[in-house]
């Protein structure tokens, strides 16, 4: 069974609840009080975003997804953090978040520039082929420092670390799975100017079927990783 934590209410699982082909999923709302309960006994786990930072533990969700997070790398467990959850995983293995990092706002679509480790890695050795490739994108903070044992996969023109892995566990600092309409509400509760969001949302909406495509190609790897996770257990 595949975990999913989700951290905030509006930061759902969004369109990879279509594209997690193969895998039973489990959602735990965290931010409801939900427990994520023992990790080892998971076949994979997602760690959502969220409006809060990965330092806000007097949230009883934050702590908890650091933990679980800790303990997914220890086991070996198939993990993907997405923007907060790739905050949460590199601060849970030795890492640094800056809290309102100085370049500002990331918002909209992002172009991701490939490190060469990317080119062989299990998850995001697909996506890598491609130079052209962007993803949704809406965060302040952001990893300055990756942990000791990270490998650094992808950057983009405003902030450095938009992917890592560390063992069996991927943080992505991009949304992969989220679409042009979950992107405007984001802006709205954020209050961006409409002018900005229109033309946020417009960016989006031109790149939505590649941003579709290539998000389900890593929902589908991930699946596979887990499956695969099961398989030799």
């Known amino acids: 069974m595949l975990t999913v934590v989700q951290l905030d209410d509006e930061v759902p699982l969004d369109r990879f609840a279509e594209w997690l082909d193969g895998v039973t999923l489990r959602l735990v709302r965290a931010d409801q009080g939900e427990d994520i309960g ?3 006994a998971v076949d994979g786990l997602i760690v959502l975003g969220g409006n809060m930072s990965a330092h806000d533990d ?55 520039r490939w490190r ?6 299990p998850l995001l050795g697909a996506l890598a082929a491609d130079p052209t490739v962007v993803m949704p994108t809406m ?30 566990a991927w943080g ?13 509400r984001w802006a709205v509760a954020d209050q961006l100017p ?4 229109d033309a946020m949302v417009t960016a989006a909406r031109e790149a939505d079927e590649r941003v579709a495509r290539d998000g389900r ?13 099961v398989r030799h257990r």
């Open 116 to 121: 060469p480790e990317a080119q062989s890695d």
């Open 38 to 40: 023992p990790v080892d």
């Open 217 to 229: 190609t890593l929902a589908e790897a991930f699946a596979a990783r887990v499956r695969d996770h």
């Open 172 to 184: 992505v600092q991009f949304h992969p799975e989220a679409s042009p309409e979950l992107l405007r």
């Open 58 to 112: 007097q949230l009883p969700q934050i702590p908890a997804a650091r933990t679980a997070l800790t303990e997914a790398v220890a086991a070996g467990v198939p993990t993907l953090g997405i923007c907060l959850g790739a905050q949460l995983l590199a601060v849970a293995t030795g890492g640094r978040v800056h809290v309102d990092a100085p370049p500002g706002r990331e918002a909209g679509t992002v172009a991701l």
């Open 194 to 197: 409409a002018d900005e969001a």
């Open 139 to 168: 965060h302040s903070d952001a990893v300055v420092d990756l942990p000791r044992t990270g490998t650094w996969l992808a950057s983009s023109p405003m902030y450095p670390y938009q992917a890592f892995r560390v063992g069996n």
